[in-house]
């Protein structure tokens, strides 16, 4: 018997891949919640690729949205070089999708996801 292997999140219904990410939620809710924002750039890069790579893993294209938004901002942060105005509104773009998702997401995971997007539209408050 052939069993092909599956992208982890593939079968899952919308918005319960956010609730397996819990660990990776709550490292990011940190770091957006730290004093310190600017000092996080040197590993801005792998964690929005790490939200990039977790939402492909979704069903249909529910986070394309959210997805362009995150390579925006890495774009944005342009390798150590960011451009601020830039960083600023895909924040602010980020924390609307963000709320927006969480509308999605099951209830293991909804209340981070919307304190994701609070945490999102302060940090672009601050720059």
């Given amino acids: 018997?052939?069993?092909?292997?599956?992208?982890?999140?593939?079968?899952?219904?919308?918005?319960?891949?956010?609730?397996?990410?819990?660990?990776?939620?709550?490292?990011?809710l940190?770091?957006?919640?730290?004093?310190?924002?600017?000092n996080l750039l040197p590993a801005a890069g792998d964690n929005l690729y790490r939200w990039m790579n977790l939402l492909q893993t979704a069903q249909g294209d529910q986070y394309s949205p959210l997805i362009a938004e995150l390579q925006n901002l890495y774009n944005a942060l342009d390798h150590g070089n960011p451009n601020g105005v830039q960083v600023k509104q895909c924040l602010q773009n980020l924390s609307e999708l963000t709320t927006q998702a969480a509308a999605s997401a099951d209830t293991t995971a909804r209340e981070k996801v919307l304190e994701l997007g609070q945490s999102l539209a302060a940090a672009a408050a601050t720059l």
Avoid at 1 to 27: F, K, R, W
Wanted: glycine share 8%; proline share 14%; charged share 5%.
């Fill in 30 to 38: 940190h770091a957006l919640q730290s004093t310190h924002l600017p």
């Fill in 1 to 28: 018997m052939n069993i092909a292997p599956t992208t982890p999140g593939q079968n899952q219904p919308p918005g319960s891949i956010l609730a397996g990410s819990q660990q990776h939620l709550e490292a990011t």
